[in-house]
């Protein structure tokens, strides 16, 4: 078999620390698939603290899956699952030649608040290939 080869990418990651598996303490797999990155925000408020965290991982492009289209300019298509969508945002991002994909999900243990949820989605707009 032909090795597979993850081209690099990039995102805006102003909002977010971001570390390796080693960094963070989790296993390089998770599920069974590479764990790439490990991903964590919060929100400060006058009397709120609203976190959100996320991993980034990779696994063979799936053409099944339910995604929302992405949006103009936008290589990152969310996940649609209605039993999670009140806990967790998942991405799924294809590999330029379709083999690969990466899986992004962000786990959002105080529900879709809208601050948190802008953070995601502005970070899942700037993800972009590299050349």
């Known amino acids: 078999m032909q090795d597979l080869v993850l081209p690099n990418f990039e995102m805006n990651c102003q909002d977010w620390v971001v570390v390796t598996p080693d960094q963070s303490g989790l296993p390089d797999e998770l599920h069974g698939a590479p764990l790439l990155a490990v991903l964590s925000t919060v929100v400060l408020g ?23 289209p992405p949006e103009e300019d936008c290589v990152a298509a969310l996940l649609v699952d209605g039993e999670s969508a009140d806990t967790e945002m998942r991405y799924v ?10 899986l992004v999900e ?17 970070l899942m707009r700037s ?5």
Do not use: H, Y
């Open 93 to 102: 991002v294809p590999t330029p030649d379709g083999k690969l994909a990466l």
């Open 127 to 131: 993800f972009r290939w590299a050349a």
């Open 106 to 122: 962000f786990a959002l243990p105080d529900g879709p608040e809208a601050e948190i949820v802008d953070r995601v989605e502005s």
């Open 46 to 68: 006058p009397d709120t603290f609203s976190p959100a965290s996320g991993v980034v991982t990779v696994g063979l492009a799936d053409d099944e899956a339910v995604v929302r």
